[in-house]
C-alpha cells in the first residue's frame, strides 16, 4: 500500500500542509517548510517515502521548468537585451571564480583532475528555484540585489548547456559513450561530430523562435476561439513541455528552453493568460521539487563520513558566499545588497544533479563521489533558507544596515511631521505629490541602490529597515506626526504597524492594504487610515467608463464618493467575521445588495440635479440653451 502513487500523494501533500503552516507561523520561509516536509517523510525518517526519491526528484524538476518558462514571459526580448551586460559580467564572474577555487580545493583532497572539474561545475551552479522563490517571497524581485541574482541565475542556466557538452570529453569511456545501461539517457547530439552538435543547438533556438511567432500564437488563438478553459490550460502545459523535450532532445537544459519559450511569447496577447493559468501549477510543483530534495537526503551516507561531508559542505559555501560577495564588490553593489547577494545564491542548484548523474552515466565519478555530492548538494539547498534567517535577523542589522546609516544620519535629524516608509511605485507617488504642495516627508527605503538613485534626483530618502525601532527613532518617530506605510509586503506592513503602535501611539498611521484581506487584518489591529492600492483606480476607470456612456461627471464624482463611503463601512462591518464561514458570505451578499440599492436609490433620489460646475459639455448646453 505504501508504494502506491496514490498514498505518496497523500504524503506529500499532508506533509506541505503540515511543515508549511508550521514554517509559516513562526515567520519562516514556505521552502524551509517544503524540505523539512521532504526530511520528514523521506526514506530515512519516517520512511513513508521509498529509496526511489531520486524518480520523484525528476519528475518535480518540472516545477523550475514552469517558473523559468514565467519568468521569460515576464521578460520582454528588448529588456532582456539590457540585462546582457549584468548576466555576461556578473554570471561569468561568479562561474568562472567558483570553478576555480573549487577545482583547486578537490584536487587538494586527492581528487583526480578529471573527476575534481565535474565537481566544479556541478558547485558553481546555484539553486533557481529556491533563490527566485525566496526572492518572490520577501518582495526583493524589484531591488538591485533582485536582478542581481537573476542576472547570475540565467547565466548559470545558459552555461549549462556548455557543462554538458563538455562533459563527454572527460568521460573514461572510449569515445566518451555512456555505459552500456544508460543509453535510454543519450541524447541527439551525443552521436553527432562536435560542428554538427553546435548547428543541432543553434537550430533548436532558432526553431523555438520561429515556432513561438508562427506556431504558438496561432494555435493559442484557435484555442481560446473554443472559449474551452480546460483546452487552454492543456494548451500551455503543451507548450512548455514541447518546448523543454525539444531542448533536452538535443541535449540542452529543458529549464532554459522554457524560458527561451517565454520570452519569445512575452509580446503576445496570451502572455498574461499562460501566466494565471500556469502560477498555481507552478508554485505546487515548486513545492514537489523541494520537498524531493529533502527526502532525497541519504543519511546513511552523512552516517558514514560525517566529518569527511561537513567539511566540504562549509568549505563549498565558504568558497561560493567569497566569489559572490567579490561579484557584488566588483559590481559597486552596496553592503547590504552584497550579503544578501552572497547568502542567497551560496548553495549548489537543482541542475548539479544533472551534471553529477551524468557524469556518473560516462565512469567520471564512481558511485561513493556520486552519493557524497548528492547528499552535498540537497544539504546546501536545504540550509539556504536557515542561513538567510540568520542573515535576515542577526547579519544584517548588524551589519548590513549600520553602514548605510552612517552617511544621513546628520540629515535625518532634521526630521519632518511626516515620515514615508517604502519609496516604490506606490510610496513615490504619495511623496512626489506631497512634494509638489510644498510638504516634505523623512522618506525611508531598504533598496540601498534605489536610495542613492533618488538621491541624485533630488529626493531626501534614507536607507534603513522601519522593522528596526532605532532607525524609527533616528527619523524623528518620537516628533512625528504621521507614518504612511507604503511597503508592497504585507507582512512587513504589519510589523511596522504593530512597532509604531506599541512604541509611539500618538504617531497617526496610514498604511498601504494591497487588498480587501489585508485591510480587514490591518483593521483587527486597529488601523483606521487603510488605503487599498486598487480601489481608487477601480473606481476611476469604472466612472471614466459611465462617463463615455453619457453619465454626467459631476454626478459620477459623488457617485463614487458614496461607493467608496459604503464600501468602508461594509470592511468594517465584516472585519471580524471568519472569512472561511458560510455566515461570512451570507452576510457579505447582504451587504453588497445593500450598497447597490443605496447607491441606485441616490442616483435615482437626482440629489446632483443642479451639480453641473464640473461638467464642461453640460455648462457649454446651458449656454446655449440661454443664448437661446
Not at 508562427?214 to 480546460?230: H, Q
Not at 492594504?513 to 480601489?535: C, F, P, Q, T, V
Request: aromatic share 10%.
Amino acid at each position: 500500500m505504501t508504494g502506491s502513487i496514490l498514498f505518496q500523494a497523500i504524503v506529500f501533500l499532508a506533509g506541505a500542509i503540515i511543515c508549511v503552516s508550521i514554517a509559516k507561523r513562526l515567520g519562516l520561509s514556505s521552502v524551509l517548510g517544503y524540505l523539512l516536509a521532504g526530511v520528514m517523510i523521506g526514506p530515512f525518517v519516517l520512511g513513508y517515502i521509498g529509496e526511489d526519491g531520486q524518480d520523484i526528484l525528476h519528475f518535480a524538476e518540472f516545477g523550475v521548468v514552469v517558473m523559468l518558462f514565467l519568468i521569460g514571459l515576464e521578460i520582454e526580448p528588448k529588456n532582456f537585451w539590457k540585462m546582457r551586460k549584468t548576466i555576461l559580467g556578473m554570471g561569468g564572474i561568479q562561474v568562472a571564480g567558483t570553478m576555480l577555487l573549487s577545482y583547486v580545493f578537490f584536487v587538494f583532497l586527492g581528487f583526480e583532475w578529471k573527476v575534481s572539474l565535474v565537481i566544479s561545475m556541478a558547485v558553481a551552479l546555484s539553486s533557481t528555484a529556491i533563490a527566485l522563490q525566496t526572492t518572490k517571497e520577501k518582495g526583493l524581485m524589484d531591488t538591485t540585489f533582485g536582478t542581481s541574482s537573476f542576472s547570475i541565475l540565467l547565466f548559470q542556466d545558459i552555461i549549462v548547456i556548455f557543462m554538458l557538452g563538455a562533459i563527454p570529453l572527460l568521460s573514461n569511456n572510449k569515445n566518451g559513450t555512456v555505459s552500456e545501461n544508460q543509453t535510454d539517457h543519450a541524447s541527439l547530439i551525443d552521436t553527432l561530430p562536435l560542428g554538427l552538435q553546435t548547428l543541432a543547438i543553434i537550430l533548436s533556438v532558432v526553431l523555438i523562435i520561429v515556432a513561438g511567432k508562427y506556431l504558438i500564437v496561432p494555435m493559442l488563438r484557435k484555442v481560446a476561439n473554443t472559449g474551452v478553459r480546460e483546452l487552454l490550460i492543456a494548451a500551455a502545459f503543451l507548450i512548455v513541455f514541447g518546448i523543454s523535450f525539444l531542448m533536452e532532445y538535443v541535449g540542452l537544459s529543458p529549464a532554459l528552453g522554457a524560458f527561451l519559450g517565454g520570452v519569445v511569447l512575452s509580446n503576445s496577447e496570451f502572455k498574461h493568460e499562460l501566466e494565471s493559468t500556469l502560477e498555481p501549477f507552478k508554485n505546487l510543483l515548486l513545492g514537489l521539487f523541494f520537498m524531493a530534495v529533502g527526502a532525497s537526503i541519504n543519511f546513511l551516507v552523512i552516517a558514514e563520513s560525517p566529518l569527511t561531508i561537513g567539511g566540504i559542505l562549509i568549505a563549498i559555501v565558504i568558497i561560493k558566499a567569497i566569489v559572490l560577495f567579490v561579484t557584488g564588490h566588483i559590481f559597486k553593489l552596496k553592503l547590504d545588497q552584497k550579503i544578501l547577494l552572497t547568502f542567497s545564491l551560496a548553495q549548489i542548484g537543482e541542475f548539479a544533479f544533472v551534471l553529477l548523474s551524468f557524469a556518473f552515466n560516462l565512469n567520471i565519478l564512481d558511485q561513493e563521489q556520486m552519493d557524497m555530492m548528492l547528499v552535498i548538494t540537497a544539504l546546501t539547498m536545504t540550509l539556504t533558507p536557515i542561513i538567510g534567517i540568520i542573515n535576515e535577523r542577526i547579519i544584517l542589522p548588524k551589519v548590513g544596515t549600520k553602514e548605510s546609516i552612517k552617511r544621513p544620519m546628520d540629515h535625518i535629524a532634521k526630521s519632518h511631521k511626516i515620515i514615508l516608509v517604502g519609496f516604490g511605485h506606490f510610496g513615490n507617488t504619495v511623496g512626489r505629490f506631497l512634494r509638489s504642495h510644498g510638504v516634505e516627508a523623512t522618506i525611508l527605503d531598504q533598496d540601498s541602490n534605489r536610495v542613492d538613485f533618488l538621491r541624485k534626483m533630488g529626493f531626501e530618502v534614507y536607507y534603513g529597515d522601519a522593522t528596526r525601532i532605532d532607525l524609527l527613532e533616528a527619523a524623528g518617530i518620537a516628533d512625528a506626526k504621521i507614518l504612511i506605510c507604503a511597503i508592497d509586503n504585507p507582512n512587513v506592513t504589519k510589523q511596522v504597524t504593530k512597532l509604531v503602535k506599541s512604541k509611539y501611539p500618538h504617531v497617526e498611521l496610514m498604511i498601504r492594504a494591497k487588498n480587501r484581506y489585508d485591510a480587514y487584518e490591518l483593521l483587527n489591529m486597529g488601523i483606521e487610515n487603510i488605503y487599498r492600492e486598487s480601489l481608487e483606480t477601480s473606481l476611476t476607470l469604472a466612472k471614466d467608463v459611465l462617463s463615455k456612456m453619457g453619465f454626467r461627471k459631476y454626478t459620477l464624482n459623488r457617485q463614487v464618493q458614496k461607493f467608496i463611503k459604503y464600501d468602508e463601512d461594509i470592511l468594517r462591518r465584516l472585519a471580524t467575521e471568519p472569512k472561511d464561514d458560510k455566515n461570512y458570505i451570507f452576510k457579505a451578499r447582504q451587504e453588497l445588495e445593500q450598497q447597490e440599492k443605496f447607491l441606485n436609490e441616490d442616483f435615482e433620489r437626482g440629489i446632483v440635479e443642479y451639480d453641473k460646475h464640473w461638467d464642461s459639455e453640460a455648462i457649454r448646453q446651458t449656454l446655449m440653451k440661454n443664448q437661446d
